[in-house]
């Protein structure tokens, strides 16, 4: 299954990597809070995840790791 | 099979930009052209005075602070004294265009053989938001609060369209980072202008157009979009100069 | 081509190359515009580069970003133009750069005149730049000095990784003297790990910068580089002493004026008038302890200069008002004569014996 690691603690929580996500499967997780304050993106249902990488191509910090199984 | 991590010659610290401020994919883009192109340990970044003021933060290659709006002048004297190295600036509209545009267009005419990485965010940043040589008009920023007003504060500057007009420019193009397609568009923009640098073709600077969500006042998704809406037809994307200006070393 | 009749300006070109500059930035300036067109003619057949930049601003900050990467390289310019470069001074001071900056001065402010001048004096030694910070100034008084304070100059600024002002005159840099080079010691520069020219997989990434938004880390760098000039101070101080053993009547005079001054007291002593010179060669660090130690012979100090008097409030200062400090100078390019200085210190001395 294709993998999207975030590096939560680093997020900042701008939505970019959602606007980005053309199946739209991600989104702000609201119920967590990283240390810097900001909900932090994930993958709602990483089993549509294509790894097409455009979620990590529009992360202005670098936080997102795409592997393709 | 890793299809996209961040690359080697960022470096591994979080940066302070604003949440969704697009300088951070630019910085993202450099260093993906530096580690594909295997240059970090020959390259020599020039940081600006702006939000990007940290840039030697963020690289793994050397790195040189310039004084706001020099960095051209800065580059020419380590590129002049290493030819065999790469060297390029990282600037933003103020430092380019307002403060800096006499060594914008001198490093041009004299066709140095550097790159230029200019990001146009229509405003200062890092002191506020206020009105830049690229404020669109009728834009309010903190200093053109009633909107940029022709008679007051006069008219915007096209930067790629007016250094294309020099002679040692090889390579101009504006670009955005306001969606995927644009930013792989960026990216082999960015690319091509080091490489250029690496086939010592004379001057090349990428104009990107950036958002500024906090200045701005949107949303990191609504800025993008007022880079489709506003910023786009104002500054069209494109290539405005790709020739061979054979700038700098051929003629040392 | 050891020893050779040459201007002043192109002396100091010609020591440059000697000393192993190879990158000069420069901008047309009257009177000084002779150094850019002698490197533009030399450099080249050296392997060096002579850049003429868009304006002093880009120049001083091409020489920056030289200096950065680690090699030897000077500018120069008159007066207004230095104006114009101290920013760019500042942040080379506040990086702690060395390179090699010379001021053929003319008349001021403004526009002022092309004649020769020391009315930047206090620029020079106070405040080139924003900030905490000193330059290491040379006065040369002629033409061999001029060639050979250049070459010291690049000596002292790889020594402590400062930039190194060269403060001359339209005067010292139009005429004409002959310059023995081989008098003259040059030295190599040394290594530069900490430039930032690629760190090549070997070192880790240098950095250079001003910035230090954390007070405490700014205040450190500056406590740090006191410590440095502390140092100069203590072991790069010069002048040239002359007859002042037993002088009553010391005249201070740096450039082109101590060498009137110096007629002045071969006057003065034909009169049996015990005058003598004290003529500073570096003008920061000043002279300071050798002048407290005069003050406890002379009787009275007469400052020279061609401005309103700066260099005459450290004289002052230097000699803690021990015993009075007088002053004498033309100003906006007009030059005294040696009888003009001598009949200052008959006043002197004709005060001193009522």
Redesign the interface.
Known sequence: MNKVIFETE?C?????CA??CPLKIISLDSGKLNGKG?HPASVTSPEKCI????C???????V?????? | ???????ES?SDV??H?????????VH?LVAEVIDELGI?????G??PVGCA?FA??Y?????????HG?AP??????K???PD??VFTYQGDGDLAAIGT??T??AAARGENITIIFINNTNYGMTGGQMAPTTMPGQVTTTSPYGRQKLIQGNPIHVCEMLSTLDGVAYAERVAVN??KN??AAKRAIKKAFQNQIDKKGLSIVEVLSTC?TNWGL???DA?KFVDEKMIPFYPLGVYADRNAMGGDEN? | MSKVLIKGNEAVAEAAIRSGC??Y?GYPITPQTEIAEYMAKTMPKVGG?C?Q???E???I?????????G?R?MTSSSSPGISLKS??VS?IVG?DLPCVILNVQRGGPGLGGIQPSQSDYYQATKALGHGDMHLFVLAPSSVQEMASLTSDAFTVADKYRMPVLLLADGALGQMMEPVDFDKISFSNPPEKPWA??????ARK???????YLKPEELEDTVLKRAEKYKLVEENEVRYEEYLCGDADIIIVSFGITARISKSAVNEARKNGIKAGLLRPITLSPFPSKKLRQLADTASAFLSVELNMGQMVNDVRLATECKKPVYFYGRTGGSMPSSEDVYEQILAINGGMKK
Do not use: Q
Request: charged share 20%.
């Open positions: 680093r900042k929580g701008c939505g970019l606007f980005a900001y790894a097409c990488a455009s990590a191509v529009m992360c202005p910090d670098a997102i790791t795409v592997i393709k199984e | 099979m890793i299809v996209y991590k961040r690359p960022l979080p940066m930009y604003c949440p969704g401020c697009t300088h951070g994919i993202r970090e340990n020959d390259t020599v020039i940081a003021v030697y933060n690289f793994e290659c050397d790195f040189i602070e310039a004084s020099r002048a800065v580059a020419t004297g380590v002049r004294t290493h190295k790469i006499a060594e267009v001198h969606n995927v930013v792989r969500p949303s990191p998704v993008l040392d | 190879r990158y930035f580069l850049l930049a868009e304006s601003v880009a120049a900050n091409m020489v920056y970003g030289a200096a950065a990467s090699v390289v920013e760019g942040y990086c930032a020219n690629g760190h090549g997989g990434k240098n950095i250079i910068t001003s910035l």
